[in-house]
């Protein structure tokens, strides 16, 4: 662990306390990945921004939670150019699913990620994706064991950090894809100056993700020109029609 518990908000201990006590799969999940990285190329090629929508029923941070079903925004959000998905599966405080991560991705032919707070090796077999989401600062000396665990399955993983350390440990790790969370998970504050801080340090060969935060088409500029490769936008898409934020955000032209 990279932190103690009295630097977390009361609710991201709430969501630990609840991730730890989640049952894994009964046995071990094997994947054929889609590749994100051919996903992001083609949206670039074809003239969109990469962007990672994100299917979020509700969260800590909004207010409310969305009665739509899950497959209806996924494939609007895809209607409207995401180049890949994030679906959340955390159920106590996310109002995610399992359930709602598979019918996505049965529904849809763009990468999806499973966002979740996953802590031990026997939860990466709770689902099949092409993406899971390893937090550097919850994960600590776990980090990389995790991370060969999941390759080994077939997942490609999203390593998210939040600082200097933590992005040095995602490097150390081998991580190919790391996000860089401009929320801050002790007390879920955002600083879009976060990303702008940590990118310059990123290898070169990483594929970078801006995450949180991102509410305006001038705030995708300013993470591209930092050098995201992709962002992750949750609130900002759900928060209204899904097809014309997605849209908004990526640019995408409806011949895409």
């Not at 090796?121 to 000396?141: K, M, P, Q, T, W």
Request: avoid cysteine; charged fraction near 25%; glycine fraction near 8%.
């Amino acid at each position: 662990m990279n932190y103690t518990a009295e630097e977390l908000a009361p609710a991201v201990r709430e969501i630990l306390a609840s991730a730890a006590d989640r049952p894994g799969g009964d046995s071990r999940v094997d994947v054929e990945a889609r590749s994100l990285s051919a996903a992001f190329a083609a949206a670039e090629d074809d003239g969109r921004v990469p962007v990672i929508a994100e299917v979020k029923p509700t969260s800590p941070t909004t207010e409310g939670t969305t009665e739509a079903d899950p497959v209806d925004l996924a494939e609007a959000m895809v209607e409207g150019g995401a180049a890949a998905l994030s679906v959340l599966t955390e159920p106590d405080h996310f109002g995610g699913s399992v359930e709602n991560l598979e019918r996505i991705r049965a529904a849809v032919d763009v990468p999806v990620l499973r966002k979740d707070f996953l802590l031990r090796e026997s939860h990466l077999d709770a689902a099949e994706s092409d993406l899971i989401l390893l937090i550097a600062r919850f994960l600590g000396d776990d980090l990389e064991p995790m991370l060969r665990a999941a390759e080994d399955r077939g997942f490609q993983a999203l390593v998210e950090v939040h600082t200097e350390d933590e992005l040095a440990a995602a490097i150390e790790a081998g991580a190919s894809i790391i996000g860089i969370n401009n929320r801050d998970l002790g007390q879920l504050e955002v600083d879009l100056a976060t990303f702008e801080k940590l990118a310059p340090n990123a290898p070169a060969d990483v594929t970078l993700i801006a995450e949180s935060g991102v509410s305006t088409v001038e705030d995708v500029q300013r993470m591209r020109e930092t050098g995201a490769d992709g962002l992750l936008i949750g609130t900002a898409i759900m928060d209204g029609d899904p097809e014309t934020n997605t849209q908004r955000f990526t640019g995408a032209t409806n011949e895409h």
